[in-house]
């Protein structure tokens, strides 16, 4: 979705990004599937490539601050803001998501239009987050911190990342506030389930 993205980045993202849907839930799965992460290393090359060569984006600079003040690792910090921002850029980033879910095989027919398979790639990617696993829950998230959380966001995009769409302060703390209630109905579910056994 960078502006910065080429067909050499759009290259290798598409070619880390079909190799993650097929053979991450297979290393989930199985840690012992050497074919699987031998994939996963080469998918890891290719996005690095990618990012490097392209930028990052909003769901770096919210993961940073997941981690700053929430102790959050940075991959799961990532894969938990991804599905926001990939619903936030999906208007300004239609065509090209589209043509990434049609390069990687995620589209069943060829006739939807882009908006529909651009919808369909954000429905595949939650869920492969599902599927491994990825847990929503960011401890002890504070709305009073939200401010500073989403000045330190901005300021990194504005800086230094080719973004297809900027958001103000308060299109960041929203997103906060989304991945605050996802994490605050995981953890009432938990808590639930934990009675219940």
């Not at 043509?99 to 398979?117: F, H, P, T, Y």
Request: proline share 3%; net charge positive; aromatic share 6%.
């Amino acid at each position: 979705m960078s502006v910065n993205a080429t067909a050499e980045t759009d290259y290798y993202a598409a070619s880390a990004v079909k190799v993650v849907m097929k053979y991450l839930p297979m290393a989930y799965k199985d840690g012992d599937n050497l074919k699987a992460r031998e994939e996963m290393g080469m998918a890891a090359h290719y996005g690095g490539i990618a990012l490097n060569k392209a930028g990052l984006g909003y769901v770096h600079a919210i993961a940073h601050q997941l981690g700053a003040y929430h102790g959050t690792p940075h991959g799961r910090a990532n894969a938990i803001v991804l599905p926001y921002i990939l619903e936030l850029n999906r208007k300004a980033s239609e065509k090209r998501l589209a043509a990434l879910a049609r390069k990687i095989g995620v589209v069943k027919s060829s006739q939807a239009n882009d908006g529909d398979v651009a919808d369909q790639l954000i429905t595949q990617v939650k869920i492969l987050l599902e599927t491994v696993g990825i847990d929503p829950i960011v401890k002890d998230m504070q709305t009073s911190n939200f401010d500073s959380m989403a000045k330190a966001a901005a300021k990194e995009v504005s800086d230094t990342y080719a973004v297809p769409a900027y958001m103000n302060g308060a299109g960041i703390k929203d997103i906060l506030m989304k991945i605050k209630t996802a994490s605050d109905k995981a953890i009432k579910e938990k808590s639930v389930s934990k009675q219940a056994s």
